[in-house]
């Protein structure tokens, strides 16, 4: 009787500890625990700046970015499954406060490939940018340097186009940048801030004379005078 009522009391104990036991399998982050695990589900990263964070991911995936401005933003990773460290990159000129990292499974050993879950980070210490520059002209006149989309547009003092340049980060590859202010080094130039260090202003042989016709001499690349080619 002693030995049953022994027995009885130690499988009580055994499950209680069991119950009160931690799990030896614990997420750091995530919505979908069984294919993404994230060292940080939210993150302040500082624009120009990057975040080593480590993942696991059951599966292969994809990612893609909602928020961002800038195509100097994206993650530094292989798409495939296991556990790693991964990079995001914030671009010195973005402009999105609150850029999300969604990944998908993309795997054929999961016949579902909605499965879907998220990092949001906050960018921080973000560059200045104006839409576009007043620009003293020649003859005493004042036109306007409006950025449309990758090409800045330098327009007459009666709203006439009179000459454009772009960006190039290498291999044909417009680069995205911000306009910040109009920089005076015994010529003018136009101050830009962009997530590509070695980015080059891009403009053709026309626009670069009525540039120069008009006292510019080029671009200010993230504090780097570069005349025009």
């Known amino acids: 009787m ?55 991911a059951t599966y292969d995936y994809t990612y893609f970015i909602t928020g961002a401005t800038s195509d100097a933003t994206y993650l530094e990773t292989d798409f495939k499954s296991g556990s790693k460290d991964v990079i995001f990159h914030i671009g010195a000129d973005e402009q999105g406060g609150n850029v999300f990292f969604h990944f998908y499974v993309r795997d054929d050993r999961l016949q579902n490939e909605d499965k879907h879950d998220c990092i949001e980070v906050y960018v921080q210490n973000r560059a200045n940018m104006v839409p576009n520059l007043q620009v003293p002209l020649a003859g005493g ?46 010529a003018k130039y136009f101050a830009v801030t962009t997530g590509y260090g070695y980015a080059a202003p891009v403009i053709s042989p026309s626009d670069k004379a009525v540039m120069q016709a008009n006292g510019i001499a080029g671009v200010v690349v993230n504090g780097n005078y570069r005349n025009w080619p």
């Open 2 to 56: 002693k030995r049953n009522i022994r027995m009885f009391f130690g499988l009580i104990l055994a499950f209680v500890f069991f119950v009160a036991a931690p799990a030896t399998k614990a997420y750091a982050g995530g919505e979908i625990n069984d294919c993404f695990d994230f060292g940080e589900t939210t993150i302040a990263i500082a624009a120009g700046d990057t975040h080593k964070m480590w993942m696991r």
């Open 141 to 186: 006149k004042v036109g306007n340097l409006v950025q449309q989309g990758k090409i800045s547009m330098l327009y007459s003092d009666q709203g006439v186009p009179m000459a454009s340049f772009s960006l190039t980060y290498g291999d044909g590859n417009m680069a995205s940048y911000g306009l910040s202010y109009l920089a005076d080094n015994g």
